[in-house]
C-alpha cells in the first residue's frame, strides 16, 4: 500500500511503520526491535570505567618500572666507566703502585662519583690485584660498581749496548 508522499505503509502485527521505498527492508528498522533496543545503564558505563581504569594502571605501572630501570642502568654505566677510567689510570701509570688503599673523586655524567681502589699483592710478583670500587658522592656507602684488574709490572726500558761498532767481517782473506 502506497500513502500519498511516496512512502510505503507496512501493516505488521497491528502496527503501521512507514518506510522509504529505496530502503531495504532490514530488522533493525522494525518497530518492536526499536522498542527492544536500549542504551547503556549508568552501571555498565561504571564498569567499563572502572575495568579500562585498571588497566591504565598496568600500563603506567610499567612505564614507570620501566623509567626507573633505564635510570638504574644509566647510573651504573657511569659507575662502571669511572671503575674502568681509574682501571687504565692504574695500568699505564709509570710507577707500579704501592698495596694498600688509594682513592679518589671524578666528575662523570654530571654527577661526582667517589672510587676506592684496593691494592694487594699476588702470587705472581709481577702482577698486582685492584678491586676498584664506585660509589655516587652523595651516598659513598652504597657501591654502586666493582671492578677486579691486574696490573703488571711495568717493563724496564733497556739501554743500548756499549756504542762499539760492529767487528768488521771483511777484513780477512
Known sequence: MMHNNG???LRRD??????APFFPRTPNLEPRTLRAQRAF???EVL???????IGMLGVISTVGRGTRTA???KERTFAHWVAMNEAARLRTAPQWPDTGSVNGTEILGGET?????DITKTVDPDLRRADIEVARDADPDATVSSLIV???RP???TLPRSAEPPPDKQGSP
Open 7 to 9: 512512502f510505503r505503509l
Open 14 to 19: 497491528n502496527l503501521i511503520a512507514r518506510r
Open 41 to 43: 545503564t549508568l552501571i
Open 47 to 53: 564498569i567499563a570505567l572502572a575495568i579500562l581504569g
Open 71 to 73: 635510570l638504574d642502568l
Open 113 to 117: 662519583w667517589r672510587w676506592t681502589a
Open 150 to 152: 691486574f696490573i703488571g
Open 155 to 157: 717493563i724496564q726500558p
